[in-house]
């Protein structure tokens, strides 16, 4: 798995506890708090630079259009750290009156529905992409709102590279390698891997997971309950048969075994890598380190078997939520600032904060037109429906640790595709039965 979200950011270095006391008294009816009490919200929220950033900027933006509303922003770690300590104040009652955490399986592990306090009645939920309400519902009812915009899984590329040997864009599998083949020839290192740091082999295999569900809709719900495995499943498999292909032909840069993130951005800003198969946030690392090849760098979605089903994994926005513990006017407060948040405005808001690294999962909101051209090319795959799904790890709770060694393995030619979908499915199978999963 790619860790858990503010674990991954942090690494990336892009973008992871006391109450104060506050005035209590109703608010008034109008978008500045009316004729009530000044309301105090405190918000908490991980401690990576860039998400108190955000956080304090929607906070100062909300305020100036509610003005009988304060918004204060509290830390906590990042990680397994962060995750205990929201998991403790939510079940003491002692939790923020609202907070950010994850979206997905790590949201369901939170018990929303004891916990929180349901969004459906909330008329922004109608403008929220579908992708990210799935992940943000339980019981039939949305929680949250989307904090930051979609991550993809795919292929960064050096779009200079293709213009000069004439290159197309890929939508299959066999059209990559074609390429890739193209590109060895002309002394260029068709595939970016960096296994210097192990996080980064993962993405054939999790990256791929839309034309998984494209080929067998119910791998997810299948894959939860042990009715289906890496394995044994043909298409989940391919993954694993992708690090081994590009290995086996060469098409890797020669210190793929000790390269690390840098050195694999460099390689693709300077056009001596023509792919990097990685998460899109890396761009905020690329333009802050290569800020001209923001236009240079684009990206396509892993591709698959069958052109007409290509379509882009993605990993959801965080979500913002409301405990259970907030209660009256405090409450009133929280559902105009999760309303804002969920709104064009909230999205421009954080657009403000710092760079865009990925579509917003609000449908009203528009990217600036100065985002990297990376993030430019997300938004096709977000609004065509269809051409989007989300990665595995908001579908169902069971992960492996081991899959980054595993895919290191495979991509550096130690072991074979089919004994490393096998030996993954072997450490899932710890987790799951951790967890209580029926079926294992």
């Not at 006391?21 to 009530?36: E, H, K, P, Y």
């Not at 300590?85 to 369901?108: A, H, P, W």
């Not at 023509?274 to 396509?300: C, E, M, Q, R, W």
């Not at 096709?380 to 899959?403: H, N």
Request: with cysteine; glycine share 12%.
């Amino acid at each position: 798995m790619i860790r858990s979200r503010t674990t991954a950011l942090a690494t990336l270095a892009v973008a992871a506890l006391a109450l104060t006391a506050c005035s209590a008294g109703s608010l008034g009816s109008s978008d500045s708090g009316g004729g009530g009490d000044a309301v105090t919200l405190n918000f908490l929220v991980d401690n990576g630079e860039q998400t108190v950033k955000t956080a304090e900027q929607l906070g100062k933006d909300f305020t100036a259009k509610n003005p009988g509303i304060t918004v204060k922003v509290e830390t906590r770690p990042a990680g397994s750290e962060g995750d205990n300590i929201v998991k403790t104040r939510l079940s003491t009652g002692d939790m923020t009156d609202v907070f950010m955490y994850n979206s997905g399986s790590l949201f369901q592990a939170i018990a929303p529905q004891k916990n929180l306090v349901p969004m459906g009645d909330q008329p922004w939920g109608a403008g929220l992409d579908d992708n990210f309400k799935s992940t943000v519902t339980a019981g039939g009812q949305i929680y949250g709102a989307p904090y930051g915009g979609f991550m993809g899984g795919a292929i960064l590329y050096n779009k200079p590279v293709y213009a000069r040997l004439g290159l197309q864009v890929p939508k299959t599998w066999a059209e990559f390698m074609a390429n890739n083949a193209k590109i060895k020839a002309a002394g260029i290192a068709p595939v970016i891997q960096t296994y210097g740091e192990t996080w980064t082999s993962q993405l054939f295999v999790l990256g791929d997971f839309h034309n998984v569900a494209a080929a067998e809709p119910d791998f997810a719900d299948k894959y939860t309950k042990n009715q289906a495995k890496y394995g044994t499943s043909p298409a989940a498999r391919k993954g694993f048969e992708h690090l081994q292909q590009v290995h086996d032909l060469g098409y890797e840069n020669k210190d793929f075994a000790s390269a690390k993130l840098p050195d694999g951005l460099k390689l693709l800003a300077q056009g001596k890598g023509a792919h990097y198969p990685i998460l899109s946030a890396v761009v905020s690392d690329l333009a802050a380190t290569y800020p001209n090849s923001t236009k240079d760098v684009g990206l396509f979605a892993i591709p698959g078997d069958d052109a007409a089903k290509n379509g882009l994994t993605v990993w959801a926005p965080a979500g913002v939520y409301i405990p259970t513990s907030t209660t009256g006017a405090k409450l009133d407060a929280a559902k105009k600032f999760l309303g804002f948040i969920a709104s064009k405005e909230g999205c421009d808001s954080q657009a403000k904060a710092g760079a865009v690294t990925g579509p917003f999962a609000v449908k009203d909101c528009k990217l600036p037109a100065d985002v990297p051209q990376v993030v430019q090319d997300m938004q096709p795959y977000i609004d065509k429906d269809g051409s989007s799904s989300l990665a595995l790890e908001f579908l169902s709770p069971v992960k492996g640790p081991s899959l980054e060694q595993i895919t290191v393995e495979v991509g550096s030619g130690i072991r074979k595709a089919a004994a490393g979908a096998s030996l993954y499915d072997e450490d899932v199978k710890k987790q799951a039965l951790q967890l209580g999963l029926a079926g294992w």
